[in-house]
């Protein structure tokens, strides 16, 4: 069937829904909604069976929907309408939830049902809701209705009653910090992670609040800021505190798009004198505390895990991250995970911190090393037999990060981009050797030039990851572990291992990086390359003039397992 999907961004749920589409052998194209009159253009372009809206932030004209079957997928239960559904979902603390694909038609979300799924709503930040259990609902939602369309027999249900809700504006999304309990001050913050943030007063200035994480020991006046913790800042509630990782300033009339950086850095020298509160590695049972990198043990299983708000790694975390590995190695395991939390797994080097250096190129330059450190660490380790775990996706960077390990482990619904050229960037983290090793040289040059996501199906069909794991968010992370313990308790575990530090001698690992850092010095430090102005456009969120090319050209996932 050819499929036409109309989005307003190619964002993760229109991402997955393109590539697990196409797994199932449609034709599938992308237009993004971005200007008066494209609907229409786009749909006689492509002249489609059936037009998919994923993410889509204006509607459909008279003239598509109604010669056309649109389906638009919205995040919310049938009869809920408006365009902050999950928002308000998340503020008004809902455990359950789900996603509706109806028909297009003159009343906003007010369609003709063609299908449903529920979900459950777990307390987490809107975006990571939205990449995970609301992910996976809409994904069943819409193959459901993909199925009943082609069958050419299914009746859409109308709907009986609906409950219209207006947008969620700022001045709700408030937080009143002499008055809102934790609970009430962390359903605000995640509600609006990581768009549009909470808007605040703070030391002068005008921020918004991006990310919310409970604290259990630190105490302080409402509103008053009261520890650091690797960047993030602990802000005191009539009964407890919070953690804030990043912040963003408001934008001023006539100014440049500001973006969200590490709470502490967009402070700067407004920051007053609070203690930096270190939190352990190995946190003991029963805290609730904020932290984006810990280390477990469960038998001969170790288990790093990090969380970066957004999947992007600063020189410091990657040196972070780095120690900590270096620390989990010093362990007596057989078997060291990485990752194996909700979320993004890594999407590489932080390009809002590269933005905000004095000397963007110089930070993108230490960004890369440290990058590398890190890469070259784990695919240096011998001793043992390490796995990437990845409960969320992974673009750039993060995938030759998780490629680094021994075995790569995905959960159903990943959505991997393992390419670089969109930002204009060769790329390093060993791509080179990992890349090829895993799918061959043909493929991998097809997976860099056509810069298109991949599904975790997919992905384990041409080699790219070595297991694919039906769990949910919440759950995956105990299925990681009990599949971990599993393989720790292998008679064969010993000889691997041996096998592995045995082939090590022969990988010229060195070579690779001289190789690849030295493409990437001149993407830096060369002005007439592109990677600065399109870094800048991606993190001030400039939206493209038309539907990008290499969606244009793609014509829909066609990747195959060969390795040739």
Known sequence: MRILLISSAFNSLTQRVYAELGDRGHRVAVELALEEGSFGQAVYRHRPDLVIAPMLRTAIPEEVWSAHTCLIVHPGPVGDRGPSSLDRAITDGEQRWGVTVLQASGVMDAGDVWAFAECVLPPAGKSDVYRSEVSDAALTAVLLAVERFASGSFVPRPQSSGRSRPYLAQPERRIDWAADDTSTVLCKLRAADSQPGVLDDLLGGEWFLHGGHPEDDLRGLPGELVATRTGAVCRGTVD???????????????????????????????????????????????????????????????????????????????????????????????????????????????????????????????????????????????????????????????????????????????????????????????????????????????????????SAAAAERMGLIDRVVPAGPSEFAGEILRLAARLAALPALASRIADKKAASAAVQLVAHRERELARMRRNFFDPDEPYHALRSAFVRKVEPTGTPGHLLASGGPDLTSSRA
């Open 240 to 454: 407890g505190a919070v953690w804030i990782p990043e912040l963003r300033p408001r934008r001023r009339p006539g100014g440049p798009a500001t973006f969200k950086l590490p709470a502490v850095q967009a402070l700067g020298s407004r920051l007053p004198d609070v203690p930096e509160v270190p939190v352990p590695l190995r946190l003991p049972d029963g805290r609730r505390t904020w932290s984006d990198v810990r280390y477990r043990e469960e038998g001969s299983v170790g288990l790093l895990q990090f969380s970066f708000p957004g999947g992007a790694m600063s020189t410091d975390h990657c040196r972070r991250l780095l120690s900590a590995y270096r620390f989990a190695c010093s362990r007596p395991t057989g078997v060291l995970v990485l990752g194996g939390t909700r979320d993004f797994f890594s999407n590489g080097i932080h390009l809002n911190v590269i933005e905000a250096a004095a000397d963007p190129a110089a930070e993108s330059w230490a960004n890369i090393n440290a990058m590398d450190d890190l890469v070259e660490a784990v695919l240096r380790t011998t001793d043992r037999i390490t796995v990437s775990a990845l409960g969320g996706n992974a673009s750039a960077g993060g995938v030759m990060l998780a490629l680094a390990a021994d075995e790569v482990w995905c959960r159903e619904g990943v959505v991997l981009n393992p390419h670089y050229r969109l930002m204009g960037l060769y790329g390093s983290e060993f791509w080179t050797y990992s890349l090829p090793r895993r799918v061959g040289a043909r493929q991998a040059a097809r997976l860099l030039e056509r810069a298109l996501p991949v």
